[in-house]
């Protein structure tokens, strides 16, 4: 059995269309559009722009958030291009299985688990966190933990995560909609911001607009470059200020738009996925862009980059505080907290429909791909995920890990860039409602460019990353390998194909040898 066998795209419609683990169509243009901006704008946004201003960008951070979401936006096209021609859950593992092969799929999906897992338990330890922060604006104080003598729970995550976890097992239509209410208040509180911190802005503020290069003084780039893998590797000197700052910059705020790729995760919940998907994720996209860009010209413009920079962990609220707008700091606290709810919804959904399509297939238990008749969603997957991603942010220290949520999203964004490209010379009879621009050159720019991204983060996390991939390896020879369905006769399911269907399979050169013989089976 070759490790690099392809799974062909009828078997993974066929798969999606089998009784009992079926997904309801529910979601609109306007659903996934208000879902990317859900899961992309949490508190960070009130954060991450401040830090990329005062240690690398200056006033041209803007500009460094327009490099990372065209950066972003190459790789949701390539993400578009396959949800369009295989709109069924699991993302970036299903159109990895479909070009490169089983072993290549399971380490991605393996890769989407730790993204989706971390980025849930770490988001909903901060929910918590800052939960307290709004209840102390009114006067009640509440400590985020409770001492339970042999551990520590902080309580604010498992209130978050099961009410969301019950949401989800109670509908995607219904979750969306809790989610859509929440992020319509999170974008007004955005607007707000941005508004009040244009009454303060100083032209001067913003010249020039990059900054000249300095020598780095103190520690303010390690979180980017100075304790990179690409630093480690080659005794690159870290970057502030100047173009080099802005690129800098870029790297760092980059991570603001990680979670569009959870988007794509929906494709098999979509009415109509050839023309909501790619509507959906563009919009969101753009209208992340255009708040991040908000927030942070907004930022610059009311002070300085260099006070900015002389506070140790710079915010928005810094701003305010530094001209004189402390209340400011309690709207900031407030969209924080209403930021990260949705976030976890978001990530939750996604983490689960990952673990559905992986089930399908049989890399992990088939059993728990199954799906309730009545809701049309995968209660068994929803309430398990729910639980452990609960247990760990109420009783862990996972932020500890936060990186590792950047290296998963990476890792599967190079992976969907490339195979793409191989996607188009497999199976070239397959018609895209969408096609990324430009050929290959796309493509190919869209892998180098998070392929550099993945070098700026630090060793620490690489080598992390390292012991996550080899229990992944572990996990698939000892299981999944043997458990996959390609091992099993496809043959009934073959059978029920179309014509059509069953003359484009013999035609997909990725089916044999393998596929050709399932059939013959």
């Not at 059978?495 to 399979?505: I, N, R, S």
Request: aromatic share 10%; hydrophobic share 55%.
């Amino acid at each position: 059995m070759s490790l690099f066998r392809t799974k062909p795209v009828e078997s993974f419609l066929a798969d999606a269309a089998e009784p009992g683990r079926q997904l309801k169509r529910t979601l609109n243009t306007w659903d996934l559009m208000i879902m990317g901006v859900a899961v992309s704008v949490g508190a960070g946004i009130f954060s991450v722009g401040a830090r990329a201003a005062a240690n690398f960008s200056g006033p041209a951070v803007t500009l460094s958030f327009v490099i990372a979401a065209l950066t972003c936006a190459m790789a949701i096209m390539c993400y578009a291009e396959f949800a369009t021609a295989i709109p069924v859950a699991g993302s970036a593992y299903v159109f990895s299985y479909a070009t490169m092969g089983e072993f290549i799929a399971w380490i991605i999906g393996w890769n989407l688990i730790l993204e989706l897992f971390t980025a849930a338990a770490v988001i909903a330890k901060y929910w918590g966190i800052y939960l307290t922060e709004v209840f102390q604006l009114v006067g009640v104080h509440l400590s985020p933990t409770i001492d339970l003598g042999i551990v520590t729970m902080s309580w604010g995550p498992l209130l978050i995560v099961a009410l969301f976890t019950l949401l989800l097992v109670m509908g995607t239509k219904l979750s969306a909609t809790v989610g859509n209410v929440f992020t319509i208040i999170k974008i007004a509180v955005v607007l707000f911001v941005i508004v009040a911190g244009l009454f303060y802005l100083k032209v001067e503020n913003l010249i020039p607009f990059i900054p000249d290069a300095v020598p780095v003084s103190g520690d303010g780039t390690t979180e980017v470059l100075k304790q990179s893998l690409f630093a480690f590797a080659t005794g690159a000197a870290p970057a502030q200020y100047g173009i080099s700052g802005v690129l800098a910059g870029a790297a760092l705020v980059f991570f603001a738009f990680v979670g569009f790729d959870v988007v794509a995760t929906s494709a098999e919940e979509v009415k109509n996925p050839s023309k909501t998907l790619p509507r959906g994720i563009f919009a969101g996209l753009a209208l992340t862009t255009l708040l991040y860009i908000g927030v942070s010209f907004a930022l610059t413009g009311m002070v300085s980059y260099k006070d900015l920079a002389a506070v140790e962990t710079p915010t928005l609220a810094t701003a305010f505080s530094l001209v004189g707008n402390d209340g400011a700091a309690s709207v900031i606290a407030v969209g924080s907290l209403i930021g990260l709810t949705t976030v976890v919804m978001v990530l939750l959904m996604g983490l689960s429909r990952v673990v559905l399509a992986i089930s399908r297939d049989g890399l992990l238990p088939h059993s728990l791909s199954k799906t309730s008749a009545k809701r049309g969603t995968p209660v068994r997957i929803t309430v398990i995920c729910g639980t452990l991603v609960a247990l760990v942010a109420g009783f862990t220290r996972v932020d500890v890990l936060e990186e590792m949520i950047n290296i998963g999203t990476l890792s599967a964004f190079v992976m969907v860039s490339l195979g793409i490209i191989v996607l188009r010379r497999k199976r070239p009879d397959l018609k895209p409602s969408f096609r990324v621009p430009f050929g290959p050159v796309i493509p190919i720019v869209s892998a180098l460019l998070c392929t550099y991204l993945m070098l700026n983060l630090a060793v620490e996390t690489w080598l992390y990353f390292v012991v996550w991939l080899a229990v992944g390896v572990i996990i698939y020879f000892a299981y999944g390998r043997g458990h996959s369905r390609l091992n099993t006769k496809y043959a009934d399911q073959f059978a029920a194909m179309a014509p059509g269907a069953m003359a484009a399979t013999a035609k997909d050169d990725s089916a044999k040898p393998e596929d050709s013989e399932l059939v013959a089976k």
